[in-house]
């Protein structure tokens, strides 16, 4: 689609004193100062994070509970069981939990519920299990602020329930041993946006700070939580949590980490995603997760833990080979949802008139909807949600939104015709019978048509700052990845060039554009992927981020166009 070039304001007074003391251009000085980094110090603390300004993990509200019942566990010889979600965050969390609980002394082991059988979050059924097995004390991960049911259950039947979430809680916190949630009302902790794993690591800071002020680790050797952190970036990154502070820490700091194969589980699953050297977080988000994500999506989501777990290296790449071919799957599975999602919103003829897309079949496969739901969000700007349809008549939707579109506030204002829903602004899930679906699309997209107006079905491009050809360099560049790892809440610059001159044109590969582009003497080399229908004919202007090319060991400049347009005055 077209996109709304938003260029933002910039402060160059403000943003200039930040030049000398990062020895940085002007350029990265703005870029850093429209992200909220005013001063020398936050730059600093933003260029090169240290674990060391992270806030004391016992200002979390529940803490000092959820250490003592882990303390008491440990004391006691009783088993902990590990209670994660079945995606990346949780899938990572587990992993987290169980490898530093095993290594300093717990008797612990994990639960992974099943997609299809056990749905979301904490389940009484498998509750019980769990307590049948001989666990008296149970640690969720990325789930069970809302669990209030399952919590009362634990309680009667005498099981220590330990919550750590990072999902908004409803009115009511559900009465167990601890909870560990930032969002949870009067929790005085001052990074509300971590993941679930990201909480459960500052569980194990904590954890450890008191085994060490009680002498746990007397005539043995200190484990070092900098050695999980590549589990912790995995599903800080997988989770698109906002890469600020404490998050941006961790991907930071995990990354590092996940170059160096520690773990022949990562060592294996990186093998199978053609990931090789350095370790991104586009490498993190569209190789690497994806894989520990399909087993999930598909079946069951525990061999991803497993294979982050094991220390077998014939083993892991078994399993590694197995979510590769779960992934292939689903990539496949994905693509026909996909066409038919987008043959039915073409043949409808309400599209672009319509503010909303709710469309459901039941040949759909639930754990792949929600990321088709995503591609169809991309591709027409639209708050979309797919529902999947069982053999019962029974739908089950996971939905995905747009800027401006408060996803669970919508779906509150039509619930009068769902059985179920929850989620947040962006993403949610809903349950509902097949008799219910038409009367809920009406709703929906007259709940959207309130609220969204033309302009807010138009998407933006943000532009952190227009330069001239003389700024753009190699120099420039090396600055720009000092601002990595982006994603959500520090995504990669944007940058403009205005009057620029396409003097070569020739197109590669799979609809990409390689250019040379000339403006003011000065000649770049350019690519442009999925634009080769674009217009490169007279003066544009062109969005763009200046990259490193390394070939044959050399290092040289492109542009990564991501929008070109007609030069404006």
């Known amino acids: 689609m077209l996109k709304k070039w938003i260029i933002k304001n910039s402060n160059r007074e403000k943003s200039d004193a930040l030049i000398t003391p990062l020895e940085i251009s002007s350029i990265s000085a703005q870029i850093l100062f429209s992200r909220g980094i005013e001063t020398a110090e936050a730059g600093m603390q933003f260029l090169t994070p240290t674990l060391a300004a992270m806030p004391d993990p016992f200002l979390l509200k529940g803490m000092q509970s959820a250490v003592e019942c882990l303390?008491?566990?440990?004391?006691?010889?009783?088993?902990?069981?590990?209670?994660?979600?079945?995606?990346?965050?949780?899938?990572?969390?587990?992993?987290?939990?169980?490898?530093?609980?095993?290594?300093?002394?717990?008797?612990?082991?994990?639960?992974?519920?099943?997609?299809?059988d056990d749905g979301y979050g904490l389940n009484e059924e498998a509750l019980k299990q769990i307590f049948d097995s001989g666990a008296r004390v149970i640690m969720s991960v990325d789930c069970g602020i809302t669990a209030v049911k399952e919590a009362a259950y634990c309680q009667?039947?005498?099981?220590?329930?330990?919550?750590?979430?990072?999902?908004?809680?409803?009115?009511?916190?559900?009465?167990?041993?601890?909870?560990?949630?930032?969002?949870?009302?009067?929790?005085?902790?001052?990074?509300?946006?971590?993941?679930?794993?990201g909480v459960a690591f500052?569980?194990?800071?904590?954890?450890?700070?008191?085994?060490?002020?009680?002498?746990?680790?007397?005539?043995?050797?200190?484990p070092d939580l900098r050695e999980w952190l590549d589990l912790v970036a995995l599903g800080t990154i997988a989770d698109v949590v906002p890469l600020t502070g404490q998050n941006r820490t961790y991907a930071y700091l995990g990354l590092q980490k996940l170059v160096h194969d520690r773990r022949p589980g990562i060592a294996a699953l990186k093998k199978v995603a053609g990931v090789v050297d350095t370790v991104s977080c586009g490498q993190v988000g569209f190789r690497l997760a994806p894989r520990l994500n399909a087993a999930g999506r598909m079946e069951s989501?525990?061999?991803?833990?497993?294979?982050?777990?094991s220390g077998n290296i014939e083993e892991c790449a078994i399993i590694a080979d197995d979510l590769d071919a779960a992934n292939t799957e689903r990539q496949t599975v994905e693509r026909r949802i996909l066409e038919q999602a987008v043959t039915m919103v073409e043949d409808s003829g309400q599209y672009p008139d319509c503010k909303s897309i709710v469309l459901a079949s039941p040949e759909w496969h639930l754990g792949v909807i929600g990321i088709v739901a995503s591609r169809l969000v991309e591709r027409y700007h639209r708050p979309t949600i797919l529902i999947a349809i069982d053999e019962n008549g029974i739908g089950k939707g996971s939905g995905r939104s747009i800027p401006g579109f408060h996803l669970l506030e919508a779906l509150t204002a039509c619930s009068e015709h769902l059985d179920r829903f929850g989620g947040h602004r962006y993403a949610a899930g809903i349950g509902l019978k097949t008799e219910q679906i038409k009367e809920f699309i009406t709703a929906f997209e007259s709940s959207a048509a309130d609220i969204l107006g033309d302009s807010e079905l138009v998407p933006l491009l943000d532009i952190d700052a227009k330069v001239s050809p003389l700024d753009v360099s190699i120099a420039l560049a090396h600055e720009l990845k000092r601002m990595e790892p982006f994603g959500a809440g520090n995504p990669e610059p944007t940058l403009v060039m205005r009057g620029v001159t396409v003097i070569e044109r020739r197109t590669v590969g799979d609809g990409h554009l390689k250019l040379r582009v000339a403006?003011?003497?000065?000649?770049?080399?350019?690519?442009?992927?999925?634009?080769?229908?674009?217009?490169?004919?007279?003066?544009?202007?062109?969005?763009?981020?200046?990259?490193?090319?390394c070939w044959k060991h050399t290092?040289?400049?492109?542009?990564?166009?991501?929008?070109?347009?007609?030069?404006?005055?």
């Open 71 to 116: 303390l008491k566990a440990l004391r006691s010889g009783e088993t902990v069981c590990i209670y994660g979600d079945y995606d990346v965050d949780g899938i990572s969390g587990t992993a987290l939990l169980v490898s530093f609980l095993r290594q300093v002394g717990f008797a612990c082991r994990y639960f992974i519920p099943n997609r299809f």
């Open 156 to 197: 009667n039947a005498g099981i220590d329930l330990i919550i750590t979430d990072h999902h908004s809680p409803k009115e009511i916190i559900p009465d167990a041993a601890a909870v560990v949630n930032p969002l949870q009302p009067g929790c005085s902790y001052p990074f509300k946006l971590l993941s679930g794993v």
């Open 202 to 222: 500052n569980v194990l800071v904590a954890l450890r700070s008191r085994m060490r002020q009680e002498g746990e680790f007397s005539g043995c050797a200190e």
């Open 301 to 309: 989501a525990v061999p991803g833990v497993d294979l982050l777990l």
């Open 519 to 549: 403006a003011d003497g000065q000649v770049f080399n350019a690519i442009a992927f999925r634009q080769s229908d674009c217009i490169t004919d007279g003066l544009l202007d062109i969005a763009f981020y200046p990259e490193l090319n």
């Open 555 to 569: 290092t040289t400049l492109q542009l990564r166009i991501k929008a070109i347009r007609k030069a404006e005055e």
